[in-house]
């Protein structure tokens, strides 16, 4: 019982902070990816924005100056 109650409270803790994606968007094929950090050592993580190779993205967080792009193609 502990372990289910632990495991609830765990996934709800990520839903909240906004982990996970929208189930729409589970699955897609990935065209980019934007991960934007709080400063310049690039340690802490403020958002990310994903972009699909439908044309369509998904983003969370706070865009800020400091990224780093990864480019997957289509």
Same mark, same amino acid.
């Given at each position: 019982? !502990?372990? %289910? /109650?632990?495991? +609830?409270? /765990?996934?709800?803790?990520? #839903?909240? =902070?906004? =982990?996970? +994606?929208? =189930? *729409?968007? *589970?699955?897609? %094929? *990935?065209?980019?990816?934007? /991960?934007?950090?709080? @400063?310049?050592?690039?340690?802490?993580?403020?958002? *990310?924005?994903?972009? !699909? #190779? @439908?044309?369509?993205? !998904?983003?969370?967080?706070?865009?800020?100056? !400091?990224?780093?792009?990864?480019?997957?193609? #289509?």
């Amino acid at each position: 019982m !502990f372990k %289910k /109650v632990l495991t +609830a409270s /765990v996934l709800a803790a990520l #839903c909240a =902070v906004g =982990v996970t +994606a929208p =189930v *729409q968007a *589970q699955g897609k %094929k *990935q065209e980019s990816r934007i /991960v934007w950090y709080t @400063d310049e050592s690039y340690t802490t993580i403020s958002g *990310q924005r994903i972009t !699909f #190779c @439908d044309g369509t993205s !998904f983003r969370n967080g706070t865009p800020t100056l !400091f990224e780093e792009e990864t480019y997957y193609g #289509c």
